[in-house]
């Protein structure tokens, strides 16, 4: 496949993603729109309205110097962090029990989402001036990075994104050739601390009940993946139809958000969620080919850390709505709403989009 065909592949797969999030956040959101806002399409029109801006950013990043975008990996890093610590009051905005958000009248952003993108920007350039990675020594600095952001992730509350962070580092310095032996016994002690975490917090505790014994507790913690669930499997093959979903109709907590591969399930049945599926596989062979056309070190890295955050977020939201992992705020890309993820999404094709046309 040509530099032309795989940029127009990689467009196309990314556009029709972008669609579907487009019909099933209408569907999805009408029912709570109306009775909070009295405008059935109001989460659309905010999705459309960053739609224009994360256009521009996709365009600026394809067009981005590589050298140029090396030396602001810095610069992001630095503001991820410094944003994590500002989503606490007073500028930080709390939803559900979480400080996940900084509003600024009625803009708001999300720390993590940049987070995400800073940490796999700063791993690939520091991978890439950095030439014997098997030592310790070197990727010690990178590995303290990645813990010190996951760890202003998790106060938020979000242990989710917390996750995917550490997940995406360590995949990368894998991928760059560390030895697995320091990232095992790392990843062991992360394990064990994560645990620690989990047992010490009722918040969390709740949730692992409610993944291990949903039905169990059907009215209490374990209601939203037993009506996820419920959703889903009232789909059946063919599914009832856009804009039929009951579940939407205030049964299942973020239907038009982290949930919204459940209604799609529910209202276009087992074809319609395959066929999206199938969507993200495409899309991420795409990436994957890109990858591996890639012509230096930092390139190579950041696309390989682009398409494992892609991958990483589109398999543990499925699962999540499926009820194989317990509970988290984790989006799918490009259909969930949030505005936030939406124009990081944009900013990261643009440089896969780059890295295409070498």
Same mark, same amino acid.
């Given at each position: 496949?040509?530099?032309?065909?795989?940029?127009?592949?990689?467009?196309?797969?990314?556009?029709?993603?972008?669609?579907?999030?487009?019909?099933?956040?209408?569907?999805?959101?009408?029912?709570?729109?109306?009775?909070?806002?009295?405008?059935?399409?109001?989460?659309?029109?905010?999705?459309?309205?960053?739609?224009? #801006?994360?256009?521009?950013?996709?365009?600026?990043?394809?067009?981005?110097?590589?050298?140029?975008?090396?030396?602001?990996?810095?610069?992001?890093?630095?503001?991820?962090?410094?944003?994590?610590?500002? #989503?606490?009051?007073?500028?930080?905005?709390?939803?559900?029990?979480?400080?996940?958000?900084?509003?600024?009248?009625?803009?708001?952003?999300?720390?993590?989402?940049?987070?995400?993108?800073?940490?796999?920007?700063?791993?690939?350039?520091?991978?890439?001036?950095?030439?014997?990675?098997?030592?310790?020594?070197?990727?010690?600095?990178?590995?303290?990075?990645?813990?010190?952001?996951? #760890?202003?992730?998790?106060?938020?509350?979000?242990?989710?994104?917390?996750?995917?962070?550490?997940?995406?580092?360590?995949?990368?310095?894998?991928? /760059?050739?560390?030895?697995?032996?320091?990232?095992?016994?790392?990843?062991?002690?992360?394990?064990?601390?994560?645990?620690?975490?989990?047992?010490?917090?009722?918040?969390?505790?709740?949730?692992?009940?409610?993944?291990?014994?949903?039905?169990?507790?059907?009215?209490?913690?374990?209601?939203?993946?037993?009506?996820?669930?419920?959703?889903?499997?009232?789909?059946?093959?063919?599914?009832?139809?856009?804009?039929?979903?009951?579940?939407?109709?205030?049964?299942?907590?973020? /239907?038009?958000?982290?949930?919204?591969?459940?209604?799609?399930?529910?209202?276009?049945?087992?074809?319609?969620?395959?066929?999206?599926?199938?969507?993200?596989?495409?899309?991420?062979?795409?990436?994957?080919?890109?990858?591996?056309?890639?012509?230096?070190?930092?390139?190579?890295?950041? /696309?390989?850390?682009?398409?494992?955050?892609? /991958?990483?977020?589109? #398999?543990?939201?499925?699962?999540?709505?499926?009820?194989?992992?317990?509970?988290?705020?984790?989006?799918?890309?490009?259909?969930?709403?949030?505005?936030?993820?939406?124009?990081?999404?944009?900013?990261?094709?643009?440089?896969?989009?780059?890295?295409?046309?070498?």
């Amino acid at each position: 496949m040509n530099k032309s065909s795989l940029k127009s592949h990689l467009l196309i797969s990314s556009s029709i993603l972008v669609i579907i999030g487009i019909i099933a956040i209408y569907s999805s959101s009408t029912p709570i729109g109306i009775s909070k806002y009295h405008d059935g399409a109001h989460f659309l029109k905010i999705y459309l309205a960053h739609l224009p #801006v994360g256009i521009i950013l996709f365009w600026y990043y394809a067009h981005l110097p590589r050298e140029k975008l090396m030396r602001q990996s810095r610069l992001y890093i630095l503001v991820a962090a410094v944003l994590l610590l500002l #989503v606490f009051p007073p500028l930080g905005h709390k939803i559900n029990g979480s400080y996940r958000w900084i509003k600024i009248i009625s803009l708001s952003f999300q720390p993590s989402e940049l987070a995400k993108f800073a940490i796999i920007l700063y791993s690939s350039y520091y991978i890439s001036k950095h030439r014997d990675i098997k030592r310790y020594s070197i990727i010690l600095p990178i590995i303290t990075l990645l813990l010190i952001i996951a #760890v202003l992730v998790v106060l938020e509350p979000d242990f989710g994104n917390a996750v995917i962070i550490l997940l995406i580092g360590f995949l990368m310095l894998i991928a /760059a050739d560390a030895k697995i032996v320091h990232i095992f016994i790392t990843g062991g002690l992360l394990a064990a601390s994560a645990a620690f975490v989990m047992i010490s917090s009722p918040y969390r505790l709740n949730r692992i009940a409610a993944y291990l014994h949903p039905w169990e507790n059907s009215r209490t913690i374990g209601y939203q993946a037993v009506q996820s669930i419920v959703a889903i499997g009232s789909g059946g093959l063919t599914g009832k139809g856009l804009g039929n979903s009951d579940a939407r109709l205030f049964f299942l907590p973020d /239907a038009y958000n982290d949930y919204i591969f459940s209604i799609i399930s529910e209202e276009t049945g087992f074809l319609g969620s395959t066929v999206v599926i199938a969507i993200f596989i495409y899309f991420l062979i795409i990436c994957a080919k890109i990858l591996f056309r890639a012509s230096d070190k930092f390139d190579r890295m950041t /696309a390989f850390g682009i398409t494992m955050l892609f /991958a990483s977020e589109s #398999v543990f939201n499925m699962m999540v709505v499926t009820g194989l992992l317990p509970p988290k705020g984790i989006v799918l890309p490009f259909i969930s709403y949030g505005g936030t993820a939406m124009l990081i999404n944009f900013m990261m094709l643009g440089i896969l989009y780059r890295i295409a046309e070498k």
